[in-house]
DNA sequence: GAGGTGACGACCC
DNA sequence: TGGGTCGCCACCT
């Protein structure tokens, strides 16, 4: 995936496909891990249309820096936190417990 | 065709 | 240290 022959877009969701199952990344590490550290609120309005790909990419394993999920009222009350549970993800009031273990930083396990 | 908007987060007082 | 400001850029109106 060339940066330069595909819009912002078309990058962030090509790493929100690589997030593993059972694991969870923030705008923030996608943003940086394209090369533009403050365009996070892209990734988030991004994973806004996400929905309307084919086929629809793991938005849920997105969430914010603080592990909350701040998406979830896209996917329906509900159903961010069921579909990160079904992957072992525990999540209370809207946090993920252990996020910072679960954290997958595209950084570090894409080196670039 | 132009302007407002937004699942965020870094930076600056 | 903590709150406010501003960047980012594809979409929708």
């Known amino acids: 995936m060339k940066p330069e022959t595909y819009t912002f877009f078309e990058n962030v969701y090509y790493v929100v496909r ?64 069921e579909l990160l549970e079904i992957e072992g993800i525990k999540v209370v009031n809207d946090q993920v417990i252990d996020f910072k273990k679960l954290f997958w930083d595209p950084m570090l396990e894409l080196k670039i």
């Open 18 to 81: 690589l997030i593993p199952s059972g694991r969870v990344t923030n705008y923030g590490a996608i943003a940086a891990y394209l090369g533009s550290a403050r365009s996070s609120r892209m990734v988030g309005y991004a994973m806004n249309a996400a929905h309307t790909l084919v086929p629809p990419i793991a938005a849920h394993r997105v969430v914010n820096r603080m592990g909350l999920l701040t998406g979830k009222h896209h996917f329906g009350e509900n159903r961010m936190q």
